[in-house]
């Protein structure tokens, strides 16, 4: 068990959804926070309220899946804070579609943003992590699609099946420099990305976004009392939900 207090943590696409609880869920634990997605409106409006809550905060505007701009936001963070303890991997996109109305940017977008952005800021917060000889803990946001398929959805399944691929490789890659790999993989969660997807949103099928965003803290925290808890709580929450959403 580790505690989290005054922890660097860099976190891709809290704009909104999982990333936006899970900044506030990071802030309540005491942590350091450098706020990263493309909407800097967004980001400067949580940044407020994070530094209302009394730890530091700042607010970086990339696009992940260009290698330039993360560089620049690894930059700034060894800049402003000197390393990173924990990186939260979780800016993602849906744009899903049958095969044959798959557009070669749709297919190209997922895989950019999905796949090679949590490629860029893997390689440039490891790299700060050995500079700095930090035992840090990477967290990444994949899919219960990263482990099983379902049709209409290739191109999501394909960018999440690489992406849990590309970690477990790493979890024994990086042993030796105490660095440690986790990954995420949630079903149904409500957030805007269900838009992209064209999916209904079904409330009573549905965690929230602060229930995966309480998973993530906890598995930074490296308590496994804590993580079994929440393991726990959020089928319970399902169960909860059922009963409080369905229609009847
Ligand atoms: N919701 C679910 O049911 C579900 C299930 C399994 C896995 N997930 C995964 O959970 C993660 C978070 O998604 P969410 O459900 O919270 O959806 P969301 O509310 O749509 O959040 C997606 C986040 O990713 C950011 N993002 C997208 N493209 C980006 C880019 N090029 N550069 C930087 N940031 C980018 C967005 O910010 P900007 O648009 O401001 O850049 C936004 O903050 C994703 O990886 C998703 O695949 C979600």
């Given amino acids: 068990m580790v505690s989290l207090q005054n922890k660097v943590v860099v976190l891709t696409g809290a704009s909104s959804g999982i990333g936006e609880a899970s900044a506030l869920a990071f802030a309540k634990e005491g942590c350091t926070l450098v706020l990263v997605a493309r909407r800097l409106e967004r980001l400067e409006k949580l940044k407020e309220k994070i530094l209302s809550l009394g730890v530091p905060c700042i607010a970086i505007k ?9 560089q620049r936001l690894f930059y700034l963070v060894e800049k402003e804070f000197g390393h990173v303890d ?23 977008d997922t895989l950019d943003i999905n796949v090679s952005g949590v490629f860029y800021c893997t390689q440039e917060a490891v790299r700060l992590m050995l500079k700095k000889k930090t035992e840090g803990h990477i967290i990444t946001v994949s899919s219960v699609l990263g482990l099983i398929a379902l049709p209409g959805r290739s191109a999501y399944c394909a960018s999440k099946h690489a992406v849990t691929g590309f970690k477990r490789s790493l979890r024994w890659e990086l042993k030796k420099n105490n660095i440690r790999i986790s990954l995420v993989h949630p079903a149904g969660v409500d957030t805007d990305i269900l838009n992209d997807l064209a999916v209904e949103r079904k409330k009573w099928k549905m965690l929230r976004s602060q229930d995966v965003a309480e998973y993530i803290v906890a598995l930074a925290s490296r308590d496994i009392f804590w993580i079994i808890k929440v393991r726990l709580l959020n089928i319970w929450r399902r169960f909860y939900y059922l009963m409080k959403y369905y229609p009847h």
């Fill in 86 to 108: 924990v990186l939260v991997n979780n800016a993602g996109i849906g744009r899903n579609f049958d095969l044959v109305d798959t557009s070669l940017k749709d297919w190209q």
């Fill in 62 to 70: 990339t696009d992940v899946a260009k290698q330039k701009d993360v």
